[in-house]
């Protein structure tokens, strides 16, 4: 047992140093950095790169790492943090995001996917001490650990730079008038916090003697869950939280096996988020919601009179007429139907209710397998297989957040990304009832009043029915009391609830719409494909979800559609390749975030100011943002993968 402790800490080391980088971050800039983990992964190949392919020493080969990643942090700061001071902490939190998407997805193009051995060089030296041995690497591993964190401790209580860094943590705006340079403190908190999750990179390669340029996302998820455990913005607590974490991961491995390391990762998160969200040394505080403000309000959603809205109901059943489209051509459409269902859900939550999920991944795999289990096992046809696996995420959904609603800042994001993460892990680990990393096969056709649907047009004509009365629901909700209520939340929370609105509440009630909009987007899925793959509902199925939703707008239904047909269709139709997919969508992402974070179904408010004064309609640009066809009331406020062939195209 205690090898099983010593190895924990030693790949608690490794947490910790991410861990601390993103805490650093954190105090200085508010902003949780998830392009910390891409600089990881570079890390670990630019030392790949130095160690194994050139020959060069190891700490040669940790210093180019150093060096690299910190100059990327300085950068990230410059492009993805700094152009945002002053904005709505969402606006930074959606451009790491898709920083990270880039960084991760531009490793792999310019390494290859492939895990590679690292060749650390030293030489095969082993240590005895009460039994246990120890090889070069786990020393070396623990004395940079404890020698860098000691060191950073003294730099920041004893040097200039240190205090300032400090002064900027505690408050931002009392040390700039103290004549402080935040922003030259935020860049160097930046290269130092990446130039610590690079060398990470290094160390972990040269431990496990392997390396991979797909690791980094893992490893940054790791470090938030380490940073929060630990309290954000503590250092301390960082280091704490990061040992801790590796030496829990250690025992629950070596119990039950690696598979349930992810499944430790993100319970652990939530339980800390569950319990004690300020984590073991994080001080408590009262900070904005990530989308409350004005954030997504700089312009008024298009509004569509009906006959608009009949008239693309029309276009959009005309692929459903059999033979007038190839094969292929419907099937792109199924895709962007399936998308559009679970961007949908965006609406709901971040249109409506102001809320940023980071894991709408999870309630659509409830759903997938709720129905595909429905259906498989229970013989249930699939309309009412789809309405109760809807329900079912529904629930589970609002179970699972309900304990983060009364947390603040950062905190609600976090919890949503581990939430998506932890369902995708237990998928993994229920191998009874989920098949586990073998996936779900033999899903049923399907059946719809006793008509089985086997062709690709009969598909999209289920999908589309789908979408539709998935986008009346949002709209009757959006024009009820129910709609007002959340719209109140969103615009000032702290209003709402002088006014008597139970804000958690309604925050769950959402989260629960959305789950079941989700849920029911993750039958058709089943039902389209005949077979669950659980790495489909990775968290980048949750970012592409963010991405198409910002694109179009989440302000109205019509948004979601939109995005899906120009990030899913768009890219089909120029045949983009499916490795650099996801790389477009971190760059669509950040340029949105700087320069329309309203989305495409908008018009900015000095054109809506202009077209309502040209037009006589002084009320349009007052509208609320919400509902698919016609504003309510005035209130004031804010607010791809390739798609794979399905079972109609195979002939069953």
Excluded: C
Excluded at 455 to 482: E, F, K
């Amino acid at each position: 047992m205690f090898d099983i402790l010593v190895a924990g800490l030693i790949n608690g080391n490794a947490y910790a140093l991410v861990a601390l980088g993103l805490s650093l971050v954190i105090g200085v800039a508010n902003v949780v950095n998830f392009a910390h983990g891409s600089l990881f992964a570079v890390g670990a190949m630019v030392g790949w790169v130095v160690t194994t392919q050139f020959g060069m020493p190891l700490w040669l080969g940790a210093l180019a790492a150093v060096a690299v990643t910190a100059a990327l942090g300085y950068l990230i700061n410059l492009v993805a943090v700094r152009p945002f001071a002053g904005r709505a902490p969402i606006a930074a939190v959606l451009s790491t995001i898709a920083v990270m998407i880039i960084l991760d997805n531009l490793t792999q193009m310019i390494f290859g996917p492939e895990v590679r051995r690292f060749d650390s060089g030293l030489p095969p030296v082993t240590f005895q001490v009460g039994g246990l041995t120890f090889g070069l690497i786990d020393v070396i591993i623990l004395v940079t650990g404890v020698t860098l964190m000691t060191a950073l401790a003294l730099a920041l209580r004893f040097t200039k730079i240190g205090r300032a860094i400090r002064a900027t943590s505690q408050d931002r705006d009392a040390a700039a008038q103290m004549g402080v340079p935040v922003a030259r403190v935020q860049s160097i908190a930046f290269m130092v916090a990446s130039g610590l999750g690079g060398l990470a990179g290094v160390l972990v390669a040269a431990y496990f003697t392997t390396i991979a340029p797909t690791q980094g996302f893992q490893i940054g998820l790791a470090g938030i869950a380490a940073a929060t455990l630990g309290g954000l913005g503590s250092l301390l607590g960082a280091v704490i939280g990061g040992l801790v974490l590796g030496v829990l991961e250690a025992v629950g491995v070596s119990l039950w096996g690696d598979s349930v390391r992810q499944l430790i990762t993100f319970g652990v998160l939530l339980a800390v988020l569950w319990i004690r969200p300020e984590g073991l040394l994080g001080k408590k505080s009262v900070r904005r919601e990530p989308l409350t403000g004005t954030f997504f309000s700089q312009a008024r959603p298009l509004v569509m009179r009906r006959w608009q809205v009949a008239v693309l109901v029309a276009l959009a059943l005309v692929p459903a007429v059999p033979g007038l489209f190839n094969g292929y051509a419907v099937q792109v459409g199924i895709q962007i139907i399936a998308f559009a269902m679970i961007a949908l859900s965006m609406t709901v939550i971040g249109g409506q209710a102001g809320q940023l999920s980071l894991g709408q991944a999870g309630p659509v795999a409830i759903g997938a397998y709720a129905a595909a289990l429905l259906m498989k096992n229970a013989g249930m046809p699939f309309l009412p297989a789809a309405l109760l696996a809807g329900l079912v995420s529904a629930v589970l959904i609002a179970i699972l957040n309900a304990p983060s609603w009364r947390l603040s800042g950062h905190y609600p994001a976090i919890a949503t990304l581990a939430t998506g993460a932890a369902i995708s892990a237990v998928i993994l680990v229920a191998v009874p009832i989920t098949g586990g990393g073998s996936g779900l096969s033999l899903i049923p056709l399907p059946d719809v009043f006793g008509i089985v649907l086997s062709s690709p047009t009969q598909l999209y004509a289920l999908g589309l029915g789908l979408l539709l009365a998935l986008i009346l629901l949002v709209h009757r909700m959006s024009r009820s009391h129910l709609g007002l209520y959340w719209r109140a939340v969103r615009d000032d929370e702290i209003a709402a609830r002088a006014s008597g609105i139970a804000a958690p509440q309604y925050k769950s009630l959402a989260f629960a719409v959305g789950g079941l909009i989700a849920g029911v987007a993750g039958a058709f899925w089943a039902a389209q494909y005949g077979f669950l793959d659980p790495k489909i509902f990775s968290p980048n199925l949750s970012f592409q979800i963010v991405t198409i939703a910002v694109l179009g707008s989440m302000l109205r239904p019509f948004g979601a559609i939109l995005g899906a047909i120009i990030l899913v269709g768009g890219l089909e139709l120029f045949r983009v390749a499916a490795d650099t997919r996801l790389l477009i969508y971190g760059l669509v992402l950040l340029l949105l975030v700087r320069f329309r974070p309203e989305g495409l179904w908008t018009l900015p408010l000095p054109f809506a100011r202009l077209l309502a004064r040209v037009t006589g309609r002084g009320e349009s640009s007052r509208q609320d943002p919400s509902g698919p066809i016609a504003g309510d009331p005035p209130l004031a406020g804010t607010l791809a993968a390739r798609p794979a062939t399905t079972r109609g195209e195979e002939g069953r």
